[in-house]
């Protein structure tokens, strides 16, 4: 069974740091590329980033880039997501995603129930 379980999440000041990990278990981690999707309150989901399998390709959106850096252990089974510089635009619920493949792009169909990450003074 797949189980991708995420933590991290919390309440931040503009211009702090937080740093999401996803753990996954239920498949060979190393093999699949992994995504971090959002849910903004009362918004649809909006992907984030991505990282592919061996780790050496990496993607953001636009407004994160610069910002939020994706990475993965694969010994540890664990996917990182470094968020810097954070704005309250980026409140939202952050969520783990597996990739259907070992590269980006084609689509995911697994995710775990979310971490909320909350950027107010």
């Known amino acids: 069974e797949v189980q991708l379980v995420e933590a991290g999440g919390g309440l931040v000041q503009p211009g702090g740091s937080l740093r999401l990990s996803c753990a996954a278990s239920g498949f060979i981690f190393s093999g699949y590329a992994m995504s971090w999707v959002r849910q903004a309150p009362g918004k649809g989901l909006e992907w984030v980033s991505g990282?592919?399998?061996?780790?050496?390709?990496?993607t953001y959106v636009d407004s994160v880039k610069g910002r939020f850096t994706i990475s993965r252990d694969d010994a540890k089974n664990t996917l990182y997501l470094q968020m810097n510089s954070l704005k309250p635009e980026d409140t939202a619920v952050y969520y783990c995603a597996k990739d259907l493949f070992g590269d980006y792009g084609y689509g995911m169909n697994y995710w775990g129930k979310g971490t909320l990450v909350t950027v107010s003074s």
């Open positions: 990282i592919d399998s061996g780790g050496g390709s990496t």
